[in-house]
């Protein structure tokens, strides 16, 4: 045993590794990259380790090697389940042999996510049962007691931690005893093949299950009740607990408190103990209402009169990320407790720091060619998942759409029919194209609309933190496969016009830009060139005596290197990455390069 | 050793992640649990990222309470500006002086003022020191090592939970070989600078 510091997502991955697993699968998504990579990075050899291309596809590829007996465990973020979902629902009714855990990161807040979706309504949509921690040190717990779970049941299991669990540390004793975990390999049997019958069959079967999953949830510590002889309680899941545990130890309070570890199914038998006595409880849980909503059920069903209050009540909010302040005033209201107000002071106003585009990102330069090419037309800009999105600020604002992974190019197509006399550029990156980019080419082909889609090629899956992708023909077991040339597969969906192109060679980038835009039909622009942090700078560059602080540098392009300090335009040498887009922008010829030591 | 709170705040790419790991690694080596909670992801490409540091934190949340904290280490002006209400009223707060202007402030979109900043701070935090670690950090020989510069700050200030020799050692045993003689020689600028500036107090 050593004590180590560890990410929530670095605890998830150890944990299944001492759990046995023998296969893993992913698509990498902020909050949950980090547990696939973890897994990686501590291989002792035999587990297989890959960055599928999509969610749907690693689910998929997980599902089929827990049929043959495997531990397998698949990840991905809350709105990669969505693209995951179909083979998801099918697999709760076929079932698995080996453990199976999908592990599925929640965003509240949202930090970096389109939507504040919460995972557990999918556990209860497809009748799964899901593991909710409270913290890292849990998580690691969970997720080894999650694949003895599924091979109990025959079933996958969700375990779903949040942003606070995920990029989180904690101190966590780990025990480098590994549990070996024997691969039977594939038994034919008609089990594996959905038909109806089977279907109805395996319906009731799972529906019966539900009753089995939560008597053994009312047995396991991670749900617990403690405390007794008073009137109210409280019901806490995720990282809330932690919170509410924290707030009962300054506001000096009694209540009867209830651990929901597995918010789905609910450990009813254990829930019917906790409620018994009380008149009212409170339930903290970030996003959707789903334990506040099983307990209220589960009042109704035993005709008990506790009062369940939370988010339908309007006593919490449904939307963002949970603080201990706002679960603290909440219990302090409840319990009817006076707390000392925080002195609110009067901050000056500081300024706005959105995330922006680093110093150097050929995105820039691919945006600012388009921009500068699109002049004086009527033009729309859809955009999409990735580093790119960020080309919405100020003062690119390239990105007049962005809804979901690889839906630039197709909505694009659907704002092009409704409005055919504007210019429409769809703007993707090369991991985003192959997760579910080139469906949406495969479309505009097959019905000739005239659009142009440009794909930003850095060679990486750069927001996540630098994955390799088909493109880059890496894996993540250190193997080089065959690279898929983006240009070759553009030229195998049939689209007419395609040009390869260096965003940083301004001009040329320019008039690719134009020609494409003029091509009647669809048509591909690659432009292709590195992100910067697989490289150093070869030049860094500072600017000349004869500038006339004109700000067209920092106007135009808005690279964060570049400021206006005491009265004068510097470029901030630890950040330039001597992209030279900005000697391109500035009329004075006023910039220069130096090499780079 | 007794609960101990150590927010640091600052801009993406500052280094702040790899500073509160650092302390919390200092804290278990002395036996302690320790917690931290970060901002990862989309904020880290230039916007605001904060970093708790629980030590003797097992009961507790990840998060650090508004006025909780009983130190704040700031990587930039503004930073440690827009962190101070989570500063105890018994904290001290060491900041960085340097200014990190965001395209937006560049445009006039957005306001900067310097010593507006500064008397905020000052009349927010009774025990506050400024450290040009920018400069101090360039000194030692690289602008990327101003994370080091100002762990040592933090430690000369001496109500780090833990001796100098504690840290430097886990600086020395977390950081890339070839950047161990880079750092120490940030840690010690940083700590004499500190020293010196409470002497003239």
């Known amino acids: ?597 | 050793m007794s609960k101990f709170d150590i927010l640091i705040s600052g801009v993406g790419g500052q280094g702040t992640v790899l500073a509160s790991r650092l302390i919390a690694a200092a804290a278990i080596n002395q036996g302690c649990f320790a917690r931290t909670a970060e901002t990862i992801g989309m904020s880290q490409r230039g916007g605001c990222v904060v970093s708790h540091v629980r030590i003797d934190s097992e009961k507790s949340g990840s998060v650090i309470p508004l006025g909780g904290a009983d130190m704040i280490i700031a990587f930039e002006l503004a930073e440690a500006a827009r962190s101070i209400p989570r500063l105890s009223k018994k904290g001290c707060c060491i900041v960085n002086t340097q200014v990190i202007k965001p395209v937006s402030a560049s445009l006039g979109n957005s306001h900067y003022d310097n010593e507006e900043i500064i008397k905020y701070i000052k009349d927010n935090s009774h025990d506050v020191y400024f450290v040009d670690g920018y400069s101090l950090a360039e000194k030692a020989g690289n602008v990327k090592a101003v994370n080091v510069v100002l762990l040592g700050a933090a430690t000369a200030v001496g109500k780090m939970p833990f001796t100098r020799e504690i840290i430097l050692d886990a600086i020395i045993e977390n950081v890339p070989r070839k950047f161990r003689e880079l750092n120490q020689k940030a840690f010690e600028m940083g700590y004499a600078a500190t020293v010196e500036l409470i002497q003239k107090a």
């Open chain 1, 1 to 597: 045993m050593s004590k180590k510091l560890l990410m929530g997502n670095e605890a998830i991955a150890l944990g299944a590794i001492r759990a046995g697993v023998n296969i893993v699968t992913g698509y990498p998504g902020t909050p949950s990259t980090e547990v696939l990579e973890t897994v990686a990075r501590n291989n002792p050899g035999d587990i297989y380790v890959e960055w599928s291309v999509n969610e749907k596809s690693a689910m998929e590829v997980a599902a089929g090697a827990a049929y043959s007996g495997a531990r397998t465990m698949v990840t991905m973020k809350q709105v990669g389940l969505n693209v995951a979902s179909d083979p998801l629902m099918s697999l709760a009714y076929i079932g698995v042999k080996g453990g199976m855990v999908v592990l599925v990161a929640d965003d509240p807040g949202p930090f970096s996510s389109q939507t504040e979706q919460d995972t557990r309504h999918f556990a209860r949509y497809s009748n799964l049962p899901v593991l909710d921690p409270s913290s890292p040190e849990e998580a690691y717990e969970m997720i080894q007691y999650a694949f003895e779970l599924s091979e109990m049941v025959e079933l996958p299991v969700f375990l779903r931690p949040t942003t606070r669990v995920c990029h989180s540390c904690a101190t966590i004793d780990i025990d480098e005893k590994r549990l070996y975990h024997k691969v039977e390999g594939f038994v034919k049997d008609p089990r594996w093949v959905i038909f109806p019958s089977l279907a109805y069959k395996k319906h009731i079967h799972i529906e019966l299950l539900q009753h089995k999953l939560s008597d053994i949830f009312s047995g396991i510590s991670f749900n617990k009740v403690e405390g007794k002889d008073v009137k109210l309680g409280v019901a806490a899941s995720g990282v809330a607990y932690s919170y509410v545990v924290e707030a009962l130890e300054k506001l000096n309070a009694n209540v009867k408190l209830f651990k929901v570890g597995t918010p789905y199914p609910l450990p009813k038998e254990m829930a019917e103990v906790f409620l018994n006595g009380l008149d009212e409880v409170l339930v903290f849980e970030e996003l959707d209402p789903v334990v506040e909503e099983e307990i209220t059920m589960l009042c109704a069903s035993k005709q008990l009169d506790t009062r369940i209050l939370g988010k339908k009540t309007g006593h919490l909010p449904f939307a963002g990320e949970y603080t201990f302040e706002l679960v603290c005033e909440a219990l302090a209201k409840y319990l009817n407790i006076e707390t000392e107000k925080i002195e609110n002071t009067t901050t000056p106003e500081l300024p706005v720091r959105q995330p922006v585009l680093c110093a150097g990102c050929p995105h820039r330069a691919s945006f600012y060619a388009v921009k500068m090419a699109m002049k004086g037309q009527k033009a729309v800009f859809t955009g999409d998942i990735g580093c790119y999105t960020l080309g919405n600020a100020k003062p690119l604002d390239m990105v007049d759409t962005c809804l979901c992974m690889g839906a630039g190019i197709t909505v694009a197509q659907g704002i092009k029919r409704a409005q055919p006399e504007a210019k429409h550029i769809a703007f993707i990156g090369d991991s985003t194209f192959f997760h579910t980019g080139i469906p949406g080419i495969i479309n505009a082909v097959y019905n000739n609309t005239d659009i142009t889609v440009v794909i930003l090629d850095n060679s990486t899956t750069a927001m996540t933190g630098h994955q390799p992708h088909p493109g880059t023909g890496k894996t993540m077991m250190n193997n080089i496969s065959e690279k898929i040339d983006i240009y070759g597969m553009v030229k195998a969906c049939g689209v007419g016009h395609i040009v390869k192109g260096d965003p940083l060679d301004f001009s040329s980038a320019v008039e690719i830009i134009k020609k494409a835009a003029e091509y009647k039909g669809p048509s591909v622009v690659i432009f292709e060139a590195p992100c910067i942090a697989l490289f150093k700078p070869p030049v860094k560059y500072t600017v000349k005596k004869n500038c006339k602080n004109c700000k067209k540098c920092i106007t135009d392009i808005g690279c964060p290197a570049i400021s206006f300090i005491d009265g004068k335009v510097s470029i901030e040498p630890s950040l330039c990455y001597g992209c030279g887009l900005c000697t391109n922008v500035c009329p004075f010829n006023a910039i220069g390069g130096e090499e780079n030591e």
